[in-house]
């Protein structure tokens, strides 16, 4: 198992992906594909954050808050445009829109989880979308992408 590292070594991790992803049109019918083409689930960037990621779970620092069966955290406030937030769930999420768009990428950690009915790997949700995140089959640690940090929750 890979040690937890420090916040600010996982920053480093998130910054190639998050420049990788600035480019990204999320309201293109092919925005997972692009995002897939951009920065690949099966590939040496995601697998090194994966890693950390899991390993973390446990840290002061990734997931310091919780709701309702839900653990929290802010990884990056502005990184190449994006915030970044990490969520261990299996549980429904509070309902949100997403203003500019979400890029997610959702690691399962138990069971065959599914984010949104999808598997592990990347989900992508255009300008204006809004959903209520939900995790079955399992336990999946997610991190969020948010364009501009924008997220509006209760609507």
């Known amino acids: 198992m890979t040690r937890s590292i420090t916040k600010e070594e996982f920053v ?3 910054t190639p992906v998050a420049t990788a992803l600035r480019g990204i049109d999320v309201d293109h019918a092919d925005a997972a594909a692009a995002v897939e083409r951009a920065v690949p689930f099966a590939g040496p960037l995601v697998a090194a954050l994966r890693a950390a990621a ?3 779970i ?5 997931l310091p808050k919780s ?3 839900i653990r929290f955290g802010r990884a990056a406030k502005d990184l190449a445009g994006f915030s970044v937030d990490a969520v261990l769930m299996d549980v429904p999420g509070p309902r949100h829109r997403h203003p500019n768009g979400e890029i997610d990428l959702c690691f399962t950690t138990k069971g065959d989880a599914r984010f949104d009915g999808q598997p592990e790997g990347w989900v992508v949700y255009g ?3 809004a959903h209520v995140p939900t995790v079955r089959g399992g336990e999946m640690l997610i991190l969020y992408f948010l364009p501009g940090g924008a997220i509006e929750f209760g609507v």
Request: glycine share 18%.
């Open 12 to 14: 480093q991790l998130l």
């Open 54 to 56: 899991v390993a973390s």
């Open 58 to 62: 446990g840290s002061e620092w990734l």
């Open 67 to 69: 709701n309702a069966g």
């Open 127 to 129: 300008r204006g979308s």
